[in-house]
């Protein structure tokens, strides 16, 4: 997590070892970074999601976005009012087994829809897969 946060816990960009942001242009003067122990510490919940393209209903598991952003508080691109509307989590886990990139993973942003409908087309596209950085705003 890069961007409007407060609490840190490791250094500022650096080129030589951020090969992959170097990738992908993003760089950051400040960063707070989660392995799976710390992203499962902040509680685990899980939705189970059908979608008409998909050949089954699959079960997501991971924490809640707003517990990883509430810890300095959180504005995202995803926007407030989005967040507080559905119960969008970070999955790391699909019917039990942990994603890898190959799957949407090692993260992937996901909601269950709170009145129990199937998701819809707007709704997958929306859903961020192999995130590895957000961006605080």
Do not use: C
């Amino acid at each position: 997590m890069v961007g409007a946060i407060g609490a840190t816990n490791r250094g500022p960009y650096d080129d030589f070892e951020d090969g992959f942001f170097k990738h992908h242009e993003r760089r950051f003067a400040k960063a707070a970074t989660f392995d799976l122990a710390m992203l499962e510490a902040l509680g685990m919940h899980q939705v189970t999601v059908a979608y008409g393209k998909w050949p089954r209903p699959f079960r997501f598991a991971g924490p809640k976005l707003k517990d990883v952003l509430a810890l300095d508080g959180f504005a995202s691109e995803i926007g407030a009012a989005d967040l507080a509307a559905e119960d969008w989590m970070v999955v790391v886990k699909r019917d039990g087994r942990y994603l890898d990139i190959g799957q949407r993973g090692p993260l992937w942003i996901v909601y269950g829809r709170r009145d129990g409908r199937a998701i819809s087309d707007e709704d997958e596209q929306r859903w961020p897969w192999a995130a590895f950085l957000i961006d605080v705003k």
